[in-house]
């Protein structure tokens, strides 16, 4: 349908990674299992959590949420990558192009934030034992859960209304694997300034104020480890306070260099692989990370099991 002298786009390519058929085979088989190990980490978190008493608290509440917005951040995305792997039609429609934006903004956004309560929840349990009870109370770990989703729902919806309001005619091949903000503003065939600027102050308000609120919790965390605990505390706690900043810095860095480049360089290969570390290798680092090493899960899981 013309509008003008722009025509209107019903369906998006989607490039992905390869044309070679043996090179998608590939890359299929080590993404499949990839998402389904996720998948099952994440949901054996919630599980646990439900029908294990013992870890009915604040930081295991964080955990499960967070192991919830992992499952439908990955579920917004690898379905379709993994279809696409296989199909000579590497195709999505136009509104299930808005609704994987929308999903995926949603909950990239609620990360950040659950991210920095985790983090937060932490710093409490270490740094304010005496106070933590009163801190965390379950009221406030419900709010910050409730505060995720409500900033990820606005940031979804702003952004994928501002950005399909646009007429798209310069082509509708996204070089990507998915659809997001940059790569579909290089398709607008209008100005996109304004969006540019709302993508700036929205990336400035979701990921430094997390980013700050989580490097600083840790930072107190090892602070106070170092001067009140002994050195093979010191040594286990070091282990686990620097493996959670180096998955939070992943997510955190990738996603800041994707949202923050200069326009001129939309469209680049290099996209593809900032998208794999926040959408595919961060989810699939989290569970471990942040919860099956750790010995109360472990513990919960025998005993689960024994019953």
């Not at 009915?56 to 919830?68: E, R």
Request: charged share 10%; hydrophobic share 45%; net charge positive.
């Amino acid at each position: 349908m013309e509008r003008g002298n722009f025509t209107r786009v019903h369906e998006f390519i989607l490039v992905g990674f390869s044309d070679v058929l043996q090179v998608q085979y590939v890359l299929f088989t080590v993404f499949f299992f990839t998402l389904n190990i996720s998948l099952l980490a994440h949901m054996f978190i919630i599980l646990l959590y439900t029908f294990s008493p013992n870890l009915h608290t604040p930081m295991y509440f964080f955990l499960a949420n967070f192991s919830l917005i992992e499952i439908c951040y990955l579920s917004s995305t690898c379905p379709k990558m993994l279809i696409n792997l296989l199909s000579h039609k590497k195709t999505i429609t136009f509104y299930g192009c808005a609704l994987q934006m929308c999903i995926l903004l949603l909950m990239g956004s609620a990360e950040c934030y659950m991210l920095a309560a985790m983090a937060y929840d932490r710093y409490n349990a270490i740094c304010n034992p005496l106070l933590y009870n009163n801190i965390m109370k379950r009221v406030t770990c419900i709010m910050f859960v409730i505060g995720s989703w409500f900033a990820g729902t606005i940031v979804g919806i702003l952004q994928t209304s501002l950005i399909f309001s646009l007429p798209f005619c310069n082509s509708n091949r996204i070089n990507n694997f998915y659809c997001d903000i940059p790569p579909l503003m290089s398709l607008a065939c209008t100005k996109t300034q304004f969006n540019q600027i709302m993508m700036l102050i929205t990336t400035l308000i979701i990921i430094p104020g997390p980013c700050i609120l989580t490097v600083l919790s840790y930072g107190n965390i090892i602070w106070t480890i170092v001067k009140h605990h002994s050195a093979g505390t010191r040594k286990k706690a070091f282990s686990t306070c620097t493996s959670h900043m180096m998955v939070a810095s992943l997510f955190y860095g990738s996603t800041s260099i994707m949202y923050l480049r200069p326009r001129s360089s939309y469209g680049m290969n290099e996209e593809k692989f900032l998208s794999l570390i926040y959408i595919i290798i961060a989810p699939l680092l989290n569970p471990f990370m942040y919860s099956l090493r750790n010995n109360y899960v472990k513990n919960a899981f025998k005993k689960l099991i024994g019953k």
